[in-house]
């Protein structure tokens, strides 16, 4: 789970403008999510919202797997900007739990982040990056988890004209 509580004010506060905007209520989000997961690469995070806005990513793999999963098909949560503000709203259409090795081309490019080389070799590089001492060792074996998503609404500001954003 994300160390940003979704009770935050200004994500309950995000959750309200989104709701009124979408015409319903959205349910509280059952996470928080961050592109660049402690990244120190703030334009990657922004890039990667922005794709997921203009629907060229509509996929993440996530690796460690939470346990429990607090979230599942048809959950909302919140993605945060580079700056740690609430930049969109996303729901998750599915969940697959598989080996790194056997993480389909398909889903890979769904990332939006490059073709399946790409995919693969950044995947390794970044989760090789994030192991902690003593703990589990990132590879072709480990478990990940593929989540397919869709961008509900994202702030104005990140939707302008032309850009196709909910």
Request: net charge negative.
């Amino acid at each position: 789970m994300s160390a940003t509580s979704p009770s935050r004010p200004d994500i309950v506060a995000f959750m309200s403008l989104a709701s009124s905007a979408l015409g319903h209520p959205l349910p509280p989000p059952k996470d928080i999510f961050d592109f660049a997961h402690g990244s120190d690469r703030p334009d990657l995070t922004d890039l990667f919202l922005q794709n997921a806005i203009l629907g060229i990513k509509s996929a993440t793999t996530s690796w460690p797997i939470p346990d429990p999963l607090h979230w599942g098909v048809g959950d909302y949560s919140v993605i945060l900007d580079s700056k740690g503000a609430p930049a969109a709203v996303m729901r998750t259409l599915s969940l697959v739990r598989c080996r790194f090795r056997d993480v389909e081309e398909e889903f890979a490019l769904a990332e939006g982040e490059g073709d399946y080389e790409e995919y693969r070799e950044g995947h390794l590089r970044y989760y090789r990056s994030q192991e902690k001492e003593g703990g589990e060792r990132f590879g072709e074996e480990s478990w990940v988890l593929c989540e397919r998503f869709e961008v509900v609404y994202a702030r104005e500001d990140l939707r302008g004209e032309g850009k196709g954003g909910p």
